[in-house]
């Protein structure tokens, strides 16, 4: 029997294609796991105010920042991979191998503290954007985020959670969506970008200038993100035991190291993509408008609402929140991997409670403690300060540590960073280095 409508042979050509690109397409997703969650989580509530007031205060003089960092958090991340994978232990393990205790108790110590705060500044624009939304008291909503990521690493699957925590990296196409929304002058925006010292305002001192940069950058390259990926990247070599034994496999090595590279590549390029979005959306609704200081994240959405209208501003909101329940799990999960690896202790999404109580401890105390703090109305500008000192201050070590333990033979054997990876990942240590400086240089002055 005939067909009565036959499709046109266009239409036989598109969904022949889609046919045959979505099983493509499914196969890439199942390989995108630590570097897609890491890269999303990088743009936190708190990230997206410091893009947020980049964007308000220097329109888009700040956007080349996003473009130095982007080779430079690859090479890094990806190192950190690399070191969890071959090592088949997470960053803190690998520190102890090669420092005193005394400088690794007191890297993860400061990596617990900064963790804490940075927590609290999350959950704090989480609730606040929540009550933009819907209404109500910031304590309800502090409490229900507290507690739903809390409850999502202790009650769920390590597989469950990693699923979890992909769907909400979608929450960051929201800012995709206010640059649609707003016109964003791309020649202006390009030019300025490229010689921003021409276009900052007049009232701006150079220093104000270097303090955003140094702000950009360590939120940008974070220690929590080397040892969220690396930890993850052993968790997942756990749960194929067998893998272990085909490591020393030529081609099996090659095979499993591009599948990092592909999924850091593309976790990073998302997360520095979402960052040029919000800088160009708050540039473009903000600083055009005359508002050019921005405190936190649930402000940013908030000033959105006069000058793009009321889905800009919702899309903006739920995206905070998305992010949040995103990087909140992430900031307490990487503090619990760094102690309990420099204890002894069992750890991972993987085991559960009664098998790793320290671990899940940590994980308990840091989210309580941050939501805690938010409880007590943290300053949300001293709570970023704070984290992006303390980040700094122990961001530069690690590095320096992490660049060691990846061109040593006696911990990585026969799969030791290339030359190419070893310049890059010289070369971001350098950077944040420097960013140190001239931030500490910043402060005093």
Aim: proline content about 4%.
């Amino acid at each position: 029997m005939q067909h009565l409508v036959q499709r046109p042979p266009l239409l036989n050509r598109l969904l022949a294609s889609a046919r045959q690109t979505l099983p493509e397409t499914r196969a890439l997703a199942q390989r995108l796991g630590p570097g897609l969650i890491t890269g999303a989580a990088d743009d936190d509530p708190s990230g997206i105010a410091t893009y947020s007031q980049a964007g308000a205060q220097f329109r888009f003089g700040l956007v080349w920042t996003l473009l130095l960092t982007t080779p430079l958090m690859i090479g890094i991340q990806m190192l950190s991979a690399r070191i969890g994978w071959v090592t088949g232990e997470g960053l803190a393990a690998n520190i102890a191998k090669l420092c005193p205790s005394w400088l690794t108790l007191g890297l993860v110590s400061l990596l617990v503290v900064a963790n804490t705060i940075n927590i609290a500044a999350d959950i704090g624009a989480m609730a606040e954007a929540a009550r933009l939304l819907a209404g109500g008291h910031n304590t309800t909503y502090i409490v229900l985020f507290g507690a739903a990521c809390v409850l999502g690493q202790v009650f769920f699957s390590y597989e469950r959670s990693v699923r979890i925590l992909k769907w909400l990296t979608l929450a960051l196409f929201a800012y995709f969506a206010v640059v649609m929304v707003v016109q964003v002058p791309f020649r202006q925006a390009l030019t300025e970008s490229l010689a921003p010292w021409r276009y900052l305002p007049k009232d701006v001192a150079m220093a104000d200038y270097a303090s955003m940069v140094v702000a950009v950058l360590g939120t940008t390259i974070s220690p929590y993100l080397f040892f969220w990926q690396a930890a993850q990247e052993v968790e997942d070599s756990h749960r194929r035991p067998d893998a272990a034994e085909l490591k020393g496999d030529r081609a099996y090595a090659e095979e499993h190291l591009f599948r990092i590279k592909q999924d850091t590549y593309i976790g990073m390029l998302f997360s520095n993509a979402i960052a040029l979005c919000i800088v160009l959306a708050t540039a473009v609704t903000l600083n055009l408008h005359g508002i050019t200081q921005i405190q936190t994240a649930a402000q940013a959405a908030e000033a959105l609402r006069p000058v793009a209208g009321e889905f800009a501003f919702a899309v903006f909101a739920l995206g905070i929140i998305g992010t949040g329940l995103l990087a909140v799990p992430v900031l307490a999960g990487s503090a619990a991997y760094a102690v309990s690896e420099v204890f002894g202790w069992k750890a991972g999404l993987s085991q559960g409670f009664h098998e790793a109580r320290g671990f899940y401890a940590i994980i308990i105390a840091a989210t309580a403690i941050g939501a805690l703090m938010s409880w007590y109305e943290l300053d949300p500008i001293r709570a970023l300060v704070w984290s992006a000192v303390v980040n700094g201050v122990i961001s530069v070590p690690i590095m320096v540590v992490m660049m060691w333990v990846g061109q040593s033979r006696r911990l990585m054997g026969a799969l030791t960073i290339t030359l190419r990876h070893r310049l890059f990942g010289w070369a971001a240590t350098a950077v944040m280095a420097v960013a140190v400086l001239v931030m500490l240089a910043t402060s005093l002055g």
